[in-house]
């Protein structure tokens, strides 16, 4: 008899608070900042190839946080496929109750430039405003609490 055996050919960087897929020209990373707020970087290109699995990995982390950073800073090229996602996550968000904001490259600038006119969707000018904006929405955000029969309270 054979003994088989599996081997690992190559160590995963990825820890047990950080994950990190790559699709076509882009890398996904996602890692928790607190309790309640995710942080989402990408870096390289958001085109037709990965447009939707962008959105989806976006989707699958944002689950488990109230607050999401979405951190395109490095991306490079941001086809329409890209605002499509943006779109995809708006809904997202504003179904699950999370609360988001966008620090953006120059492409992914332009793009919503075009795209997004009125300027609905949450784009930061850096990083700090971006913070800033999830605080202050957290703070405004009345904790609910069970109060027997009469139901939901805000607290």
């Not at 488990?64 to 943006?86: H, P």
């Not at 430039?113 to 904006?133: G, V």
Request: with cysteine; glycine share 6%; proline share 5%.
């Amino acid at each position: 008899m054979v003994a088989i055996k599996t081997e690992r050919i190559f160590s995963s960087p990825i820890s047990a608070d950080h994950d990190e897929m790559r699709c076509g020209a882009a890398v996904f990373s996602a890692r928790p900042c607190s309790d309640h707020r995710l942080a989402v970087a990408v870096l390289g290109e958001v085109d037709a190839v990965n447009g939707r699995d962008f959105a989806r990995y976006v989707e699958r982390h944002a689950r488990i946080s109230r607050q999401l950073v979405l951190d395109l800073r490095a991306v490079d090229f941001f086809g329409s496929q890209g605002f499509t996602a943006l779109f995809y996550i708006s809904v997202h968000c504003a179904r699950s109750d999370v609360d988001w904001a966008i620090v953006a490259s120059p492409p992914v600038r332009r793009l919503l430039a075009i795209c997004d006119p009125q300027s609905e969707l949450p784009l930061a000018d850096d990083l700090a405003s971006a913070l800033e904006r999830l605080d202050r929405l957290a703070h405004r955000r009345a904790p609910l609490v069970w109060s027997g029969r009469s139901g939901w309270r805000t607290g």
